[in-house]
């Protein structure tokens, strides 16, 4: 979106939330199995699975997000990027943030043992990657140019 005047706003102009584009996804896919339960793991491995999953992606996600406040930049897709951060876990995945939320996403499907919901993650990661991830690297080539060039040639994506 632009300010009216034919300039560009100062973000990537990311389809939806990436927050409410796992939490939409996960939604339906817990209600459908709510309609027609659909297990996919032995009752033993989806509780081994699930709270771990779901805590380690909270730590991930808690550690991006610190990194990118203590970087003094924005972590709201809709406010200007001010910074590159390439510290924590940006040193090992670009998208530490989303990394944590599939991990997340991923076990509440497994602790709810819900094969609906596992199955709707692909094309939730479908519509972060495009709608999301894809828009925000090129917003960021535009803006940071070599600079992130350099850092997107180093690390990796996802993981």
Do not use: C, Q
């Not at 389809?15 to 996804?25: E, Q, R, W, Y």
């Not at 209600?31 to 491995?45: I, K, Y």
């Not at 040193?91 to 943030?97: E, K, M, Q, S, V």
Request: proline share 9%.
């Amino acid at each position: 979106m632009g300010d009216g005047n034919g300039e560009r706003a100062d973000n990537p102009g990311v389809v939806a939330p990436p927050p409410l584009i796992f939490a939409g996804g996960l939604a339906a896919g817990l209600l459908t199995n709510r309609l027609r339960p659909t297990p996919f793991l032995p009752r033993g491995l989806s509780r081994a699975l699930g709270w771990p999953l779901v805590v380690a992606g909270l730590a991930l996600g808690l550690w991006g997000f610190r990194e990118m406040r203590r970087a003094g930049t924005n972590v709201d897709p809709y406010h200007p990027t001010t910074a590159i951060v390439d510290r924590g876990p940006y040193g090992f995945t670009r998208n530490p943030l989303y990394v944590g939320m599939t991990l997340i996403y991923s076990g509440l499907s497994a602790r709810a043992n819900a094969l609906p919901a596992a199955l709707l993650l692909p094309a939730v990661l479908h519509v972060v990657d495009r709608g999301v991830v894809k828009r925000e690297e090129r917003y960021l080539e535009g803006k940071f140019g070599d600079e992130y060039l350099r850092y997107k040639g180093r690390v990796r994506r996802w993981i």
